[in-house]
Every structure is written in structure tokens, then in C-alpha cells.
């Protein structure tokens, strides 16, 4: 929607017209921030009588669909629109997962054993064979007779690349084949995936909703809010990356009660099991970078605030004289208490400094606003670099001062700068002169646009005085309640380290679980699946299936083992010599750059970053994917060896 559209919809709600107003987690959470346009508090809303949060598993810290919005909707809705009843629905969530969320909710009951998808539907023959080829295989399985009469099928990728390829080979290995209804149908396969434009992804949409398209060849990003009733076949061309994802996909199919066919084809070699843990490793960070974080969001503290005349001023308080440090009960006689500083985070800088991308950077912020100790809150995302052009010179500028104090703040702190003609400006950090101030962002925003309008001495009306204000450099905004001391600095880094470690390790295990599942109930080949499912296995991985969605805890137990190689690994003393001599190789080749472990192991399992993108990296095969076969942990504890030896 856009702003108009938006702010109409804010009317109605004002007006208490409005019986069910549905958001996006993210338009919520920027709504209730400060956003461009914001819900307005609980003591000016209608009474809400409560908020229903779908999907609601995302809540959960092992949610394998994150997104950080959503932790933090919980917080808005109850801080700012005064929400006390929740109501949370979800089609799959394990009761781990389902006792986390209702902790986050504050519901003290925990979810009945009929809330979790205990059962597969008993029209759903599930499958799983593991092919030299599978690609060759799927062609083959949907040829034989127990899929050949399907008309409607979808094919679940990893890859966005895949979805391609996988669609023309079924172009042209199936155009032959009679529909099921005779003849041959209107459209073969068609790909479908998330870098496909919105017209595109909407065609294939709407031709295989009318029965014009047999086969989708999808990511994950096809099926949600997909209600066709008679999906006939779900298939996966590699390991899916949760039961939870597993589930949720074969619910597509079959949902008119007739019989439906599922059928995972697993990589025998875990290949598909190493693309899979390389995501997991791509949202992980070392200690040195969390570190990094913490200092930048809390730099030291030099809180001497002047209580400026002027709207939106943020109180001062004077202690009295036996007083206390900043942020804390000792501050020198007569000072002002640290109420806390608001700073501007500049995102592109931020993935630069830290080689993380924004919604990691996002998530480690979402961590600590949510953290008991409140260590800090996240608002709104701004723009934090202000250009202020004054076409008339510093005279101008000058003038200006008198009747706004912020410019008469920046001047005082740096000369204008000559921008030739007569002209000059002055740049400055938007944020950091309202922390500085004690005013908040909003007003002195206002103040500094009113500069380019004046009134009319004669006609009384606003006209235009030739000054210019340009806002950029996109922001995180931050509150930080208070100054920290070196200790409690300490406390955060290793909290979130941890916090971070730790959903590493769930995700590995869960993702060694999901393996270790499919492999228990896969044929050989899927040669036994071509005539008629197998309802023996199929009930067997039903149970397995019903066993994890049953369980209330999932520690991080079968986390990697460097010394043990997982499935899909290779030994790492079969590999050690030349390894470290392709480390040495690309340090020797790219001399100029910085690299951590953590860097060059990326690069070796194919894990684009901000200072390292695939674009880039990625034309070098030698390095680029080369030991995805390797333990990402064991790469990175090689390389760090190699830095250290080469005194980096």
C-alpha cells in the first residue's frame, strides 16, 4: 500500500471503524517504532481485544523461518498498543518449539497435545529413494504409472538455479507424455522461484491454479497461501531443510481427501546435507566480530549535556552533590545523570566493519533490546546525515541560526563549508546533534525542513528561501539507556556469542536429525517407488515424523564433531595437506585483504558476505565451494592456524 492508502486505513481505525486490521510483522514493528506512519499509542486507539499472530513458530529462538521483525512484535503490541490477550496459531511447530512460544506469548498453559500436526493425513503416501542421478530419477518416477496419471505436481528445489535447469529437463523429457485426461497438456514445467519479477511469479501461479501447468519447479517460496484442493503430487529434489519445512510442503498436496503422492529424493552422497549446513554457517559469527558490535553500539560515554531552549527537549536531571558516575548512582558533583544517548548506526558501514549482512546485525540488536536488562531499544530505521545548502553563503547560514538552534549548534562545532558561486553548506550527523542537544529526532527534523520556507512579509504566505536540506545514509536508531562498564560490555559479548552458537548448534543437529530420518525409511533407488507407494515405509516415516513434532525438548545434541565426521563429510586428515595449501594459495593471491577464519572458510564452502560477495569470489573456482565436504569449523580452525603463521 502506499502512504496515502495507508494513512486512510489509520483514519478508519481512529474512528473505530475498523473490526479486524491485519499487518505484516514488519509493518507492525515499524508502525509501533516510529515508522512513516505510525499507530498511534493504546490510550488513543479503540480497545483491541486481542492480536492473533499466524505463524506464530517464527516467535521461537530455534524458528528456522527468521526473520527479526518478529521477535519483537510481541514487544510493540504490548508496549505500545496495550495488547494483553495473544493469540498464536501455527500448523508446525514441535512442542519444543510450541512451549518456547508460549513462553514469549506469557501463556502459562502450555499447547495440548491435539495443537501439534501429530499425524499426516492418511490420503498422503509418502516416499524416498536415493539416486546417482536424481534429477534423471524424477523424470524417470514421473513417467512410471504410480505418477504419470498426476496432472498436478510441485517440485521443491534448494536452488534458485536448480529450479531452472530441473524445469527444462522436464520440458523436454516429458512433453510426449499423454496428461492423464489424454492428450498432452497445455504446459509441461514451468520454474518458480523468488528472483523471478512479480509478473512472472504471478503467471506460473495463476496457470497452474487453472490446470494449465502440470509440474511447478519451486523454492519454497511457492506454496504459501497456495489453496489448490487437488495437488496430486509433492516432490523434493534434495533433503528439505526441517521436518517442519517437510510437513509444510507435503500438506499441499491432497487437501480434497483423494490420494496424493510425496516422494524425497536424497543426495547418496549427503551432498544435499552440505548446501543445507552451508546456510546454517552463513548467519553464524565469531566472538572478534560480536565484540565489534558491542563496541560500536556502546562506545564510551562522555555525558555532559547543556539543556538547550527549544521544543523537544528530553529532561535533565541534576543530582545532588555526593553523586554518580555516568549511567550509575556516582556522578561528580553538580553533573547532569546520564539519561541514556540515541545514536545512528549507518547500516552500509555496519555489514562493511562487521561482514555481516543487515538482518543478522538486526537479529544481535533484537537480542539485546529483548535481553531482561533492556541494554538498549530499537528504533525506528533513519536517515542519519543531514546536508544543509545555503545558497547565500555563511551570511545566510548565520541568519538562520538565530532562529533555529540546531544550526546554531552544527556552526558552533564545524565552519560552513565553500561550495563555490557564493554558496556554502555544512554537513553533519542528524542523530548525533539531537543526542547532543537533548532533543528528540522528530522535532529537530522539523525544524531544520521548516529552513527552506519563510513567510511572506507582504502576502503572508510561504515562500521558498532558496535553502536546501538533503537527508541519507540509511541508519539503525538506537536508545541506549545508559553508559556500561568494561565488565558489563564483557557480559553482552559473551551473551551474545552464545546466544548465537547455540542456534547454530540446534540448527546442525536438527539438520543431522532430518537426515538421519529419511535415510532410515530410503530405497536404494527409486525403482520400487514407480508402480505403487509402499505403505510400510510410508507409515514408518509418519511415525518418526509424529515422535519429533511430540517431543518437548530438542537440546543442541549431535552438534558436528570435528574429530567424527557427519554424514556428507569427508575426514579432515584426508584433506588437512591441501587445504592448507589452497589457504596459503589465496592468502598469497589476495595479499590486500583482511581475512578472519571465519572468512576464508566461507569462501571455501561458498558463502557470500558483505566484504566477500559471491559476485566477486565467486569466479574463482579454485577457492569458491571447493571443500564444502569439509567441517566448516575444521576449515576455520585451519585458516585462523595459517593467519597466525603468517603474522595477520
Same mark, same amino acid.
Given at each position: 500500500?502506499?502512504?496515502?492508502?495507508?494513512?486512510?486505513?489509520?483514519?478508519?481505525?481512529?474512528?473505530?471503524?475498523?473490526?479486524?486490521?491485519?499487518?505484516?510483522?514488519?509493518?507492525?514493528?515499524?508502525?509501533?517504532?516510529?515508522?512513516?506512519?505510525?499507530?498511534?499509542?493504546?490510550?488513543?486507539?479503540?480497545?483491541?481485544?486481542? +492480536?492473533?499472530?499466524?505463524?506464530?513458530?517464527?516467535?521461537?529462538q530455534w524458528s528456522h523461518n527468521f526473520r527479526p521483525c518478529y521477535l519483537r512484535v510481541c514487544k510493540v503490541l504490548r508496549e505500545h498498543m496495550g495488547v494483553h490477550c495473544f493469540l498464536g496459531l501455527t500448523a508446525t511447530a514441535p512442542r519444543s518449539t510450541a512451549l518456547d512460544v508460549a513462553r514469549h506469548l506469557g501463556v502459562t498453559e502450555g499447547p495440548s497435545p491435539s495443537g501439534l500436526p501429530a499425524t499426516i493425513p492418511t490420503n498422503l503416501h509418502l516416499s524416498v529413494s536415493m539416486d546417482r542421478d536424481p534429477e534423471q530419477a524424477l523424470v524417470t518416477l514421473l513417467q512410471g504409472e504410480r505418477f504419470r496419471s498426476l496432472d498436478s505436481a510441485i517440485v521443491y528445489c534448494n536452488r534458485r538455479e536448480d529450479t531452472e535447469r530441473v524445469a527444462a529437463l522436464l520440458r523436454t523429457c516429458l512433453h510426449k507424455t499423454p496428461g492423464p485426461r489424454g492428450g498432452v497438456p497445455e504446459a509441461v514445467a514451468e520454474a518458480y522461484h523468488a528472483g523471478m519479477c512479480a509478473q512472472e511469479r504471478r503467471r506460473v501461479q495463476q496457470a497452474f491454479m487453472r490446470g494449465r501447468l502440470r509440474v511447478v519447479v519451486a523454492t519454497v517460496a511457492f506454496g504459501m497461501g497456495l489453496d489448490r484442493p487437488d495437488v496430486r503430487a509433492v516432490l523434493h529434489l534434495g533433503l528439505p531443510p526441517s521436518f517442519e519445512s517437510y510437513v509444510q510442503a507435503i500438506g499441499r498436496a491432497g487437501r480434497d481427501g483423494q490420494p496424493a503422492h510425496c516422494h524425497l529424493f536424497l543426495q547418496p552422497q549427503g551432498e544435499d546435507l552440505q548446501e543445507l549446513r552451508r546456510h546454517v554457517h552463513a548467519h553464524t559469527v565469531d566472538f572478534l566480530t560480536v565484540k565489534r558490535l558491542v563496541q560500536t553500539v556502546f562506545p564510551p560515554c562522555s555525558c555532559a549535556h547543556p539543556s538547550p531552549e527549544g521544543g523537544g527537549k528530553r529532561e535533565q536531571v541534576t543530582l545532588p552533590p555526593e553523586t554518580r558516575q555516568c549511567g550509575s548512582q556516582d556522578t561528580p558533583s553538580g553533573s547532569s545523570a546520564c539519561l541514556g544517548h540515541t545514536r545512528a548506526l549507518p547500516v552500509q558501514p555496519m555489514e562493511q566493519t562487521l561482514d555481516m549482512p543487515q538482518e543478522a546485525i538486526e537479529t544481535l540488536l533484537c537480542y539485546l533490546e529483548l535481553h531482561p536488562q533492556r541494554w538498549l531499544e530499537l528504533l525506528a530505521p533513519t536517515y542519519a546525515h543531514c546536508r544543509l545548502h545555503s545558497p547565500r553563503g555563511p551570511a545566510q547560514l548565520s541568519a538562520l541560526a538565530l532562529r533555529c538552534p540546531p544550526v546554531a549548534v552544527c556552526l558552533a562545532q564545524q565552519p560552513p563549508e565553500d561550495t563555490g558561486g557564493g554558496s556554502s553548506s555544512v554537513e553533519f550527523n542528524v542523530v548525533e546533534l539531537a543526542d547532543s542537544m537533548g532533543w528528540e529526532l522528530a522535532p529537530l527534523r522539523r525544524a531544520l525542513c521548516q529552513l527552506q520556507w519563510d513567510q511572506n512579509p507582504r502576502s503572508g504566505m510561504p515562500q521558498g528561501t532558496g535553502v536546501l536540506v538533503?537527508?541519507?545514509?540509511? +541508519?539503525?536508531?538506537?536508545?541506549?539507556?545508559?553508559?556500561?562498564?568494561?565488565?558489563?560490555?564483557?557480559?553482552?559479548?559473551?551473551?551474545?556469542?552464545?546466544?548465537?552458537?547455540?542456534?547454530?548448534?540446534?540448527?546442525?543437529?536438527?539438520?543431522?536429525?532430518?537426515?538421519? +530420518?529419511?535415510?532410515?525409511?530410503?530405497?536404494?533407488?527409486?525403482?520400487?517407488?514407480?508402480?505403487r507407494p509402499n505403505e510400510e515405509r510410508s507409515v514408518q516415516l509418519k511415525t518418526l515424523l509424529r515422535c519429533y513434532f511430540?517431543?518437548?525438548?530438542?537440546?543442541?545434541?549431535?552438534?558436528?564433531?570435528?574429530?567424527?565426521?557427519?554424514?556428507?563429510?569427508?575426514?579432515?586428515?584426508?584433506?588437512?595437506?591441501?587445504?592448507?595449501r589452497d589457504i596459503r594459495q589465496l592468502l598469497s593471491l589476495r595479499p590486500e585483504e583482511k581475512f578472519s577464519g571465519r572468512a576464508v572458510a566461507r569462501i571455501f564452502h561458498g558463502i557470500g558476505s558483505p566484504c566477500y560477495p559471491a559476485q566477486v569470489f565467486g569466479r574463482d573456482r579454485r577457492f569458491w565451494r571447493r571443500y564444502l565436504h569439509v567441517s566448516f569449523h575444521a576449515l576455520m580452525r585451519l585458516a585462523t592456524e595459517e593467519l597466525l603463521l603468517r603474522g595477520h
Open positions: 500500500m502506499n502512504r496515502k492508502q495507508r494513512e486512510g486505513v489509520l483514519r478508519k481505525v481512529l474512528a473505530a471503524q475498523v473490526h479486524v486490521l491485519m499487518l505484516s510483522p514488519e509493518a507492525l514493528v515499524e508502525a509501533g517504532t516510529g515508522g512513516p506512519v505510525c499507530l498511534p499509542p493504546a490510550s488513543q486507539l479503540p480497545p483491541v481485544a486481542f +492480536a492473533c499472530i499466524d505463524e506464530v513458530h517464527c516467535l521461537s538533503e537527508f541519507g545514509e540509511l +541508519a539503525f536508531h538506537v536508545h541506549c539507556p545508559r553508559n556500561l562498564t568494561a565488565e558489563e560490555k564483557d557480559q553482552l559479548c559473551e551473551f551474545l556469542h552464545g546466544r548465537v552458537q547455540a542456534r547454530e548448534q540446534e540448527a546442525l543437529a536438527r539438520l543431522r536429525r532430518t537426515f538421519q +530420518a529419511f535415510h532410515s525409511v530410503a530405497y536404494p533407488s527409486c525403482g520400487p517407488c514407480l508402480e511430540e517431543e518437548e525438548t530438542l537440546g543442541p545434541q549431535g552438534m558436528e564433531d570435528e574429530e567424527g565426521p557427519e554424514p556428507g563429510q569427508a575426514r579432515l586428515q584426508d584433506w588437512e595437506d591441501q587445504i592448507r
